[in-house]
Structure formats: C-alpha cells, structure tokens
T-cell receptor, first 109, second 117 residues
Framework: GENVEQHPSTLSVQEGDSAVIKCTYSDSASNYFPWYKQELGKGPQLIIDIRSNVGEKKDQRIAVTLNKTAKHFSLHITETQPEDSAVYFCAASITQFYFGTGTSLTVIP | GAVVSQHPSRVICKSGTSVKIECRSLDFQATTMFWYRQFPKQSLMLMATSNEGSKATYEQGVEKDKFLINHASLTLSTLTVTSAHPEDSSFYIC?????????????FGPGTRLTVL
C-alpha cells in the first residue's frame, strides 16, 4: 500500500517568515494530494490540494508543489501569521487517503 | 467547501455502555463516508469506510462488532462504540467523500471527543 512520510514533525517560524512542509509518497499511482490544517480539538480542514496533472497551485499565501518524478510534494506558507499555528497533514490518494504523520507549526509573534 | 457535522462533540460515558456518534453532510449527498480515530499528537487512523446502503468496510485490526457503522441515508452515517472501555477513549472524526466536477476529495467533521470512565 501507499506510504506517506512528512517532515518536519515540528516547525517554529517567526511571524512574517515562510514555512515549508514536505511529504513523500511511495505509490506512483497516487493522483491526488490534499493538505489539511487541524487546530486543537477540531477536525482537519482542507486548505489546498493538487492533482497529478499539475505541478504547482497557489491560493493567496498558500502554495503546493508536486514533483511526480521524485514522488514528493510540499506546502509553502508565506508571510506567516500567528493564526497559521496548527497541525498540518498531507495526504496521498488513489481512492483511499493515506495521511502523513503531521507537522506542528508554531508561528511566533 | 462542503460542510460535515458531527454530534455529539464531546461525550463521557461509563465503561460497558454504548455510545453513538452521528456524522452528517449538511449541504451535499455523500455515498461514502469514512470514520477515523486520532490519538493525541498522532495522525488520523482510518477505521472503516461507510457506504450508503451496504455494509461498511473495516480496516485490518478494527473490530466490526465493537464499532458498528450504519449509513442509513446519503447524508447520515453513525458509529456506535459498543461496550466501551477506557482504551476506546479517543478523538473520532468522520469525513465525507465529495465527487463533483471531476473533483474527488474528503471533507472532515469537527470530531467527537469520547472519554470512557
């Protein structure tokens, strides 16, 4: 089955700096890669996603890049704000979702 | 995005009792819903896939007689934890699969915190 690895597990950045979270996957058949933000005590919220026919997607301060050859994809958050602090999960999917282990992002004011 | 609700948000029960958690898609129909379990500071663990009108598909190691899933309609799936024990205490999250315009993704509910005394 699919194996998704996510790094780093924790990340602290100063407000205004950029944050990058990386994920790798093992099954080349995976074709959909969503990113979720989970705040404490809440369910994950979809923040951005990308499909295998696209290399990059951007939504305001958030962007995702996909390298199918290397089987890795990354989440980029620019101009970070304290409210960006949360746990972020990547996932790779064909039909079933396989989640990464999560990254706890702390944005220091 | 699509909205998924869960009820209750928190529940505390005594050991040996059963607890039912509801998952509803509020503004769309979901033929497929998923139930996850999440321990503190860990990722989401898929428990089962719930399909409307048919039996749920359970992941390896998940007891189907303990975690009863019913997908009664296109907007409602329920998870019943039977004869709950303290080790069943966890955060349970459902999601609904959305297929629209070539898009296939999952939207999550807010989760249910179960504490078994």
């Amino acid at each position: 089955g699919e194996n998704v690895e996510q790094h780093p597990s924790t990340l602290s950045v100063q407000e205004g700096d950029s944050a990058v979270i990386k994920c790798t996957y093992s099954d080349s058949a995976s074709n959909y890669f969503p990113w979720y933000k989970q705040e404490l005590g809440k369910g994950p919220q979809l923040i951005i996603d990308i499909r295998s026919n696209v290399g990059e997607k951007k939504d305001q301060r958030i962007a995702v890049t996909l390298n199918k050859t290397a089987k890795h994809f990354s989440l980029h958050i620019t101009e970070t704000q304290p409210e960006d602090s949360a746990v972020y999960f990547c996932a790779a999917s064909i039909t079933q979702f396989y989640f990464g282990t999560g990254t706890s992002l702390t944005v220091i004011p | 995005g699509a909205v998924v609700s869960q009820h209750p948000s928190r529940v505390i029960c005594k050991s040996g009792t059963s607890v039912k958690i509801e998952c509803r898609s509020l503004d769309f129909q979901a033929t497929t819903m998923f139930w996850y379990r999440q321990f503190p500071k860990q990722s989401l663990m898929l428990m089962a896939t719930s399909n409307e009108g048919s039996k749920a598909t359970y992941e390896q190691g998940v007891e189907k007689d303990k975690f009863l899933i019913n997908h009664a309609s296109l907007t409602l799936s329920t998870l019943t934890v039977t004869s709950a024990h303290p080790e069943d205490s966890s955060f349970y999250i459902c999601s609904a699969r959305v297929l629209a315009g070539g898009s296939d993704t999952q939207y999550f509910g807010p989760g249910t915190r179960l504490t078994v005394l």
